[in-house]
């Protein structure tokens, strides 16, 4: 008996083939022709032909000039068209709000990088990013209606199928929030929400430091410590969203407590508040820092230390030293778990470059094993404090690709070309 055939679907054939000719021409800096487009995806002139009309009736798509040609006609070129729509990428972080408006090339259009404060509760804070993603908007001449994705990072656990948090740690009253369908509901625009250590890495991955690396790994070290997992060339979240907790992994049992409600927690000895606290408490120590001349109008943040270490302040130094050492520690036993092939560090701490640095790699050198060792390439994120907020813009981006390998017909919302 011969084993029944499979017939594949003819609209999920189309629309791989779509996304396989939108991933060749955004691909291309100078623009390719049709052929070079069939050539590039292995799909028939025919069907590229067909596939490019339409794209190039949504908007997406753009002819913008003539190639060259060994002999016959010139072919005309096509790009990306990025006056197609617009993206907002917005960084939500303990302290601080970052929104950048984007084009669809990913161009920063405005950006908008305010304090914060994401202890006053979600419905507060979800007004106040409201507020700033409007005003960014203002700064480019743009309008909401323009935006096709939306993509939102927050210093928690992320259930994204729910588009919620999960017992987060460093945002009281944020538990189950519905955190992506009030911004949907607000614009009625597709919203992606994901943890920052997440779309650290994707904003490495697409943007900075980490391009083209499959294997990745992205340590945050702000108010809290995060880590972002790009795994094979996909951020890997777990069952609950909860995957790269980096921060909760126990460094000392007879440490400080955490707001976890554990004690002695890599985020509790080595987090940006946990730096600002030892430092402040040197202060009243009377020890001899520089710090003591901030402490006299304001308490000291992880950021003094930072700039007053590389102003050679040995107080601070030796703060970042000790936190250096233990990221180093909890980072051994996942590069000996995950052999990733680089390590990337980024968040408000690592603007001490070296000084933080020097002492993570040597940690790592000295209790994770050789082999993993050596291939895990340990440096800073290129995008500093960008790289979340551009991890968001690469999912809006994402998200709003999807809807033009899914839909046939020029959505309503685009910009005029």
Known sequence: MHPKKTV?????????????????????????????AARLTTL???????????????????ETGI?????????????????????????????????????????TLADSDIDFDIAIGPEACLEGICQAVEATLKKCGCDISEVTGIGVGVPGPVNVSLGTVSSPPI???????????K???????PTTLDNDANLGALGEWAFGAGRGEPNLVYIKVATGIGCGLLLDGKIYNGVLGTAGEIGHVTISEDGPPCKCGNYGCLEAMAGGEAIAQRAQLAVKAGQ??????????????????????????PVSQQLLNDAGRHLGCALASLINLLNPGLV???????????????????????RSLRSSSTAARIKLAALGRRSTVLGAVSVALTETFRHYIEAGERPTHLVSA
């Open 183 to 189: 911004i949907e509901d607000r614009w009625g625009k």
């Open 288 to 313: 001899r820092t520089s710090l003591a001349e901030i402490n006299h109008s304001r308490p000291v943040t992880a950021r003094d230390v930072a700039l007053a270490a590389q102003a050679g302040d």
């Open 44 to 62: 028939s002139r025919a069907t590229v032909s067909a596939i490019v009309d339409e794209l190039l009736h949504s908007g997406v798509l753009r």
């Open 344 to 366: 990337l560090l980024g968040g408000g701490v690592t603007g001490a470059g070296n000084i933080f640095l020097d002492p993570v790699r040597e940690a790592v050198g000295q």
């Open 67 to 107: 190639g060259v040609s060994l002999a016959g006609r010139p072919p005309t070129l096509l790009q990306l068209n990025p006056e197609a729509g617009r993206v907002i990428g917005i960084d939500v972080g303990a302290t601080h709000l970052i929104v950048l408006a984007t084009d669809l090339n990913g161009k």
């Open 171 to 181: 945002m009281p009253g944020w538990d189950g929030f519905p955190i992506r369908c």
């Open 8 to 36: 594949a679907d003819p609209k999920i054939v189309r629309q791989l083939n779509k996304s396989a000719i939108l991933e060749a021409i955004r691909e291309s800096e100078s623009g390719i022709s049709r052929a070079d």
